[in-house]
C-alpha cells in the first residue's frame, strides 16, 4: 500500500495534479528544495526533508538526501524481520513511492560556450542514489522518473492504494536505462574534457526518435535512435513536412546523401540510391545542380533520394515533381515549391539546418559481439598533399573536374571509381572486388561522355590497368592516393596517354 512518497524533481511537467492526487489518497509526500516550494505556492502541504533526516540541506543543496532516514526508508525489505526492526529501531518510516527527475546535466552541456563549472554542478548525485535505491528495491517501492508515467501510477494507486508488480519493475528499468543514459553523457562529456580519445571503456546512450515498420527486410524489427546532443546537419535532427514515415532504408540513404551534398559549398544536388550516389551535380544554381545530377543517371535516380545544399525554388521542384522520388531533403523549401511537391501523397520533405557543420563524430560500426569505433572520414581536399607525378598537369577545368570526381568518391563504396565531367558525375563504380572491375563499370555508364573526363579513385592502383582502361574511354585526367610499389607502372602508363595524374597522399576506403 502506498502511504508514503518522496518527491524532489528538476522538470515540474504535470507534478501538481500528480502530487495532488497523491495527497486525495491519503499519501503523505515528502520534498526537497525547489520542489517544496512549488507544490507550497500550489497549496499542497509537505514534510520537508530536514523534518525527516534532522539534518539541515547543506552546501547549496548538495546534501540534503544522503541519509539514513531516507535510503533506510527505501531498501529495507518488508518481509525481513531484522530490517523491520532496525527500521524501528532508528525511527525510519519506510518510503513506499520515489519521485525523482535529475539535474538537467544534458540540457546544460547543450548551451554555447557552457562553462565547465557549471555543467559540474549540474552533475545530480543524491537524485540517482534515490533512484536506484528504490529501484533495486521495486518489490516494495514504486519508483517514477518519467512524468509520462504520472497518470498510469496515479490511475493504480486512486484503485487499488498500491500499483502492481509488474509496472514496479516496468518502472524500476526505465529507471536504471535513465541513469546510465545520464552517467554515460557525463562520461562523455568528461572524457573529451580530460582528451582521451579511445578510453579503456565506452558506453554510449541515444534517445528513441521512433519505432520503425521493420528494417532493411520486412522480417526485420528495427527503431530509429538519436543522440542527446544532436547533430544540427543529420537526418536525425531533420523535420519532415510531408510524406510517409520514414523506413530504415530511407533513413540510411538519406545519411549517406547528405554526407556527400555537405562537401560542396557551391549549390549542389545529390541523388542517392542504396548508399550510393548515383548522380552529382553543381552548378550556379540549384536548377542547374538538380538537372545535372539527374543526367548523371536518370535511370537511377527513380525511386531515390535527392539531398540539396540550398532551398528548393518551384523551378527546380517542377522537374522533381516529374519523376518518382521517395524523399527530397533540403534547408528549406519555397512555398511555391513545397506546393508543387506536397501534392505527391506519399513523397517525403524534409528539412535539415545546413548552416552549423562544424562537428568530427564518432562513427560506430556495430559487428557481432563487438563495436568498431573511428572518427569520421573528414579529410578535405585542402588537407591533401598534392604532388603530380605525370609530364601533363592538369588544366583549369581538368582540376574542377578531378576536385568533383575526389569528394564523392570518397562516399562511394570501395573499390570506388567515379568519372566526372562539366560539374557532374558521369560514371560511378561501387563495392567491386577489384579496381579495375570498378573502373569499368563506371565507364561503361559513362560511355561517350567519358571522353575528356576527369577519374577518381578511393585507393591506389596496384597495377596500370586502371590506368589502360580509362585511357582507352578517353579519360584525361586522373586523382588517386598513390603509395603502391607499383606506383610508376601506372605513371609510365598516364605519361604514354598524355594523362595528368595527381596524387593526394591520402586514401578514402568505405566498407
Known amino acids: 500500500m502506498i502511504k508514503r512518497a518522496l518527491v524532489s524533481v528538476s522538470d515540474k511537467e504535470g507534478l501538481i495534479p500528480f502530487v495532488k492526487g497523491l495527497i486525495e489518497n491519503g499519501v503523505e509526500v ?26 539541515p540541506e547543506i552546501m547549496d543543496g548538495r546534501v540534503k538526501t544522503l541519509h539514513p532516514n531516507i535510503h533506510g526508508g527505501l531498501l529495507a525489505v518488508r518481509e525481513n524481520e531484522e530490517h523491520l526492526q532496525q527500521l524501528q529501531e532508528h525511527k525510519i518510516t519506510p518510503i513506499d513511492l520515489v519521485v525523482v527527475n535529475l539535474y538537467p546535466f544534458q540540457q546544460t552541456i547543450a548551451k554555447p560556450n557552457v562553462e565547465f563549472a557549471d555543467a559540474i ?23 517514477v522518473v518519467d512524468p509520462k508515467d504520472y497518470d498510469s501510477v496515479l490511475q493504480e494507486i486512486t484503485e487499488n492504494k498500491e ?9 524500476a528499468a526505465k529507471v536504471f536505462r535513465h541513469t546510465a543514459a ?19 571503456s565506452l558506453t554510449v546512450t541515444y534517445e528513441k526518435k521512433q519505432d520503425l515498420r521493420y528494417g532493411e527486410n520486412p522480417h526485420q524489427k528495427a527503431a530509429f535512435y538519436k543522440k542527446p546532443l544532436p547533430t544540427a546537419l543529420s537526418i536525425a535532427s531533420s523535420v519532415q513536412l510531408h510524406g510517409k514515415e520514414l523506413s530504415y532504408n530511407n533513413i540510411n540513404d538519406t545519411d549517406a546523401a547528405l554526407q556527400i551534398v555537405r562537401e560542396f559549398n557551391e549549390p549542389a544536388v545529390v541523388a542517392v540510391k542504396h548508399m550510393n550516389p548515383c548522380g552529382v551535380g553543381v552548378g550556379t544554381t540549384v536548377e542547374e545542380a538538380y538537372q545535372k545530377a539527374y543526367e548523371a543517371d536518370s535511370t537511377s535516380i527513380f525511386g531515390g533520394i535527392v539531398a540539396l545544399n540550398r532551398e ?18 533540403a534547408p528549406s523549401f519555397s512555398e511555391e515549391a513545397f506546393e508543387i511537391l506536397s501534392s505527391k501523397k506519399n513523397l517525403r520533405l524534409l528539412t535539415v539546418d545546413f548552416s552549423t557543420d562544424t562537428n568530427v563524430e564518432k562513427k560506430l560500426v556495430s559487428v557481432r ?12 581536399f585542402d588537407d591533401a598533399t598534392i604532388s603530380i607525378p605525370t609530364k601533363r598537369e592538369p588544366s583549369e577545368k581538368e582540376w574542377a573536374d578531378l576536385k568533383l570526381a575526389w569528394k ?23 563495392g567491386q572486388m577489384n579496381r579495375v572491375g570498378a573502373a569499368n563499370i563506371a565507364i561503361a555508364q559513362a560511355g561517350e561522355l567519358a571522353q575528356g573526363s576527369a577519374l577518381a579513385s578511393d585507393a591506389f592502383f596496384p597495377m596500370d590497368d586502371t590506368v589502360e582502361a580509362a585511357a582507352k574511354a578517353g579519360v584525361t585526367a586522373i586523382i588517386q592516393p598513390g ?28 566498407h
Open 30 to 55: 515528502i520534498s526537497t528544495g525547489g520542489t517544496k516550494r512549488t507544490l507550497e505556492e500550489a497549496g499542497l502541504s509537505v514534510i520537508g526533508i530536514s523534518e525527516v533526516t534532522g539534518f
Open 121 to 143: 554542478e549540474n552533475i545530480d548525485i543524491g537524485g540517482p542514489s534515490m533512484l536506484r535505491s528504490a529501484a533495486k528495491n521495486h518489490q516494495y517501492v514504486t519508483v
Open 163 to 171: 500499483v502492481n508488480a509488474e509496472t514496479k519493475q516496468r518502472l
Open 182 to 200: 545520464y552517467d554515460a553523457v557525463i562520461a562523455e562529456f568528461l572524457t573529451n574534457a580530460a582528451g582521451e580519445e579511445n578510453p579503456e
Open 312 to 329: 528548393v525554388d518551384a523551378p527546380t521542384a517542377r522537374k522533381m515533381h516529374d519523376i518518382f522520388l521517395e524523399i527530397i531533403i
Open 369 to 380: 559481439g563487438g563495436l568498431l569505433v573511428q572518427e569520421e572520414d573528414a579529410y578535405s
Open 408 to 430: 564523392v568518391v570518397k562516399h562511394v563504396k570501395s573499390n570506388a571509381i567515379v568519372l566526372a565531367k562539366d560539374d557532374m558525375t558521369i560514371g560511378i563504380g561501387a
Open 483 to 510: 603509395g603502391s610499389i607499383r606506383d610508376e607502372d601506372s605513371i609510365k602508363k598516364a605519361d604514354e596517354y598524355g594523362i595528368a595524374m595527381i596524387f593526394t597522399g591520402i586514401r578514402h576506403f568505405k
